[in-house]
């Protein structure tokens, strides 16, 4: 079993940055790949960054690339989403998620975190 908790969430205005980490415990995250999914009020979860365990292989929804970058530190166990210039629309829950094997399919996910809040003001 592998336990995720995010945190970092707040209100932030556009344009400012913001880092939301996604502590794992219960087991080593080496080998899993780790995922952020996020949900806005009224809108399904949708997919927005993935790393494998390696930190090799990452990839980005459309919506975020080149504003976002997701990492991790195996050695603390951690994974990381910095969020820069952001905007209303990223106002969402963010999710971690973890599973053996690289996707950026949130029905393939095993373990979820509880989400941590991000509001963005215009």
């Known amino acids: 079993q592998v336990q995720l908790v995010e945190s970092g969430g707040r209100l932030v205005q556009a344009g400012d940055s913001l880092r939301v980490s996604c502590a794992a415990s219960?087991?080593?995250?080496?080998?899993?790949?780790m995922g952020w999914f996020r949900q806005a009020p009224g809108k399904e979860r949708e997919f927005v960054a993935a790393?494998?365990?390696?930190?090799?292989?990452?990839r980005y929804a459309d919506s975020v690339k080149g504003r976002f970058t997701i990492s991790r530190d195996n050695a603390r166990n951690t994974v990381y989403l910095q969020m820069n210039s952001l905007k209303p629309e990223d106002t969402a829950v963010y999710y971690c998620?973890?599973?053996?094997?690289?996707?950026?399919?949130?029905?393939?996910?095993?373990?979820w975190g509880q989400g941590t809040q991000v509001t963005v003001s215009s």
């Open positions: 790393i494998d365990g390696s930190g090799g292989l990452i």
């Open positions: 998620a973890a599973r053996r094997g690289f996707s950026i399919n949130e029905y393939a996910y095993d373990y």
């Open positions: 219960g087991r080593t995250i080496s080998s899993y790949a």
